[in-house]
């Protein structure tokens, strides 16, 4: 029995002593937690409950030349249901409401709705999809229905708010004023100007409470949000639109591949309209690459204007200096070059083969005057930056080639073949700040799309006219090359443009792409001048890809009439022109199957009224009793309306309105 006792004792003591060992060793694990690790603990537990918050900050808007908003960044809703959270009685007593007032928004039925939601119950659904993109006066309303009144813990409605950036004009210039991606992928001047526009975010301390629930840790952001500032553009919305349906409709008459037009205000060089437009598979077009600015390709017989500046300032032959166009054909080292009259245009002076566009005369007068020394004709090229990009801010700007001599790339037809534009490459861009500048009495500046830089009426940064050539070439040739290209009009290839009511000059350009694999040739069909003639206001090119050849494919039926359509509006409309008056409406045959199409671009005449300082709610009912479409960013009162007051609009049409 003592031995039995003596085991018994010995296993207490075990038990004991055990018990003590392991609460010495929690002592010391909490000691250790406590004092050793105590710091790591408190940051975990810390950063469990207390987070830093990023306060985004709101990204600036686009403005056109004009005030017209472009782009900007508007709140957009998407509601959800919790079919959870209401009690029976509420569902039950709300269904047939709350199913009727998003059948009279939203279009289905009543019927549909009701079935909705009642699977949606019986399996719990408590995130069920009801409607996306919704503004913020639509959301509002829907605050308002059945059983979504009484919240999202009573009614389980759920409304989720993201930033979504708006171009209230619509897809017009889309390429050019862009967009940026959180990647760094990005396109126009939202892309480059994005340092400008996003702003600084800011960030809070936040304090978790509850599951998905956090408060601010103190009354203050840590740092507050730096909004980004806004920029003006240099486009002229009322222009934008000209160009824009001008191209349109030439596009489509011609089912063309795709095509630009770039409007350059003279002696700025802001650029007032641009518009890139390419034919989709279902045929409709839209704009999906900046052509204007990307696409380096073969000019043709605008770069013509460059031969005759060449041999006139270089004394080699003047205006009248007769040339035999030797039947339309001649011939070096082996390739023929050919006029596109068959049998030529006999003997005349280089003004009259310009203005006929004779690839036999301009060949001619270049490689006689420079086949001796081709370096002197390619450097004066380089000396208007024709060999190199124009240095534009927004991003995949073309390179320009122009073969050099004594490179790999250049050979004995060289100098002839880019005396018709072929051998060498430049964008539509190029092209159009060349013709510019003899238009602007021979000074080259460079295309401005963004004037100023603009938080609030404080400018931040102006863009001023920036000067690539002071002069390109003598007073002499520059009034002789203006005379001949007014001529063009008047006589020449581009005569059926001709308006004995308003002056314009120019040249036509007809290229042959894809020369070398006959099966796969097309045209590039082009027009680049300036008006009005004697006083340049605006300079103009239009370039159009692979028209259908049945149709026509000469650029002075295919992009000309896009350059006096332009002209003609803006001669008509244009308060600073207004001394023109009856101008004809017709402008050539090629127009005459779709004139009426035009009549889209007049506006009616109801006026926006100017909404700032009114409270928002009592704005959007204003606008919305007048037929336009509202869309509302932030809360209080009007501090700016995307469509300037006293301006015409359309039924219908889209106005943004910024709360404060």
Known sequence: MAVEDKKISYRMYFVAFMFFMMAVFILIKLNNIQWVEGSYYRKLA?????????????????????????????????????????????????????????????????????????????????????????????????????????????????????????????LVAKRTIGYERSNEDGKG??????????????????????????????????????????????????????????????????????????VMETKTGHIKAISNLGRAEDGSYYETQNYAITESHEPGSTFKLIDLIAVLDDKKADTSTVYDSNNGVIEYYGRKVRDSKAGG????????????????????????????????FVERINSYGLNKPLGLPIRGEGKPFIPQPGTDRWSGVSLPWMAFGYGLSVTPLQTLTFYNAVANNGVMVKPIFVSEIKEWNTTIKKFDTQV??????????????????????????????????????????T??????????????????????????????????????????????????????????????????????????????????????????????????????????????????NLGLKVKVKGIGRVKKQSLTSGQAFNKNQTIIIELS
């Open 46 to 170: 810390k950063e469990r409950t207390v987070k830093n918050f990023t306060i985004p900050a709101n990204k600036g808007n686009v403005y056109s030349a004009d005030g017209s908003l472009l782009a900007t960044s508007i709140p957009e809703y998407t509601v959800y249901f919790d079919a959870v959270a209401p009690s029976s009685e509420l569902f039950k007593d709300n269904l047939q409401a709350l199913s009727d007032s998003l059948a009279v928004m939203l279009g289905k039925s009543s019927g549909y709705y009701q079935a909705k939601f009642q699977k949606a119950r019986s399996n719990r659904n408590r995130y069920l999809f009801i409607a996306r993109k919704l503004s913020y006066t639509e959301q509002m309303r829907i605050k308002s229905f059945p059983l979504f009144n009484k919240g999202a813990n009573k009614g389980g409605l759920i409304i989720e708010q993201k930033i979504v950036r708006e171009h209230p004009i619509g």
């Open 189 to 262: 001047l939202e892309y480059a100007f994005r340092d400008y526009l996003n702003g600084k975010n800011g960030h809070r301390m936040m304090q978790k409470i509850a599951k998905n629930q956090w408060k601010p840790i103190n009354d203050v952001n840590e740092k507050e949000p730096q909004d980004g500032y806004d920029i003006i553009s240099t486009i002229d919305v009322y222009i934008q639109d000209i160009a824009h349906h001008a191209l349109l409709k030439q596009l489509e008459h011609y089912s063309a591949d795709h095509g630009c037009v770039v």
């Open 345 to 376: 245009y006999g003997k005349i002076s280089l003004a009259r083969g310009f203005e006929l566009s004779s690839n036999t005369v301009l060949v001619k007068s270049v490689y006689d005057s420079y086949k001796s020394n081709p370096k002197q």
């Open 468 to 509: 690539i050539n002071p002069k390109i070439c003598s007073q002499e040739t520059l009034d002789k090359v203006k005379a001949v290209l007014e001529n063009v009009i008047k006589r020449g290839t581009g005569s059926r443009l001709y308006s004995k009511d308003f002056s314009m000059a120019g040249k036509t350009g």
């Open 511 to 624: 290229a042959q792409v894809n020369y070398k694999d006959k099966s796969k040739l097309y045209y590039a069909s082009s027009f680049v001048g300036y008006f009005p003639a004697d006083e340049p206001k605006y300079s103009c090119i239009i370039v159009v890809h692979k028209p259908n050849v049945a149709a026509g494919y000469y650029g002075a039926d295919v992009a000309g009439p896009v350059f006096k359509r332009i002209a003609q509006k803006i001669f008509t409309d244009s308060p600073s022109m207004n001394h023109v008056k009856n101008i004809d409406a017709k402008v050539v045959s090629q127009e005459k199957n779709y004139s009426e199409y035009y009549k889209k671009v007049e506006r009616e005449e109801q006026i926006v009224p100017n909404v700032k300082g009114m409270d928002g709610m009592d704005a959007v009912a204003l606008l919305e």
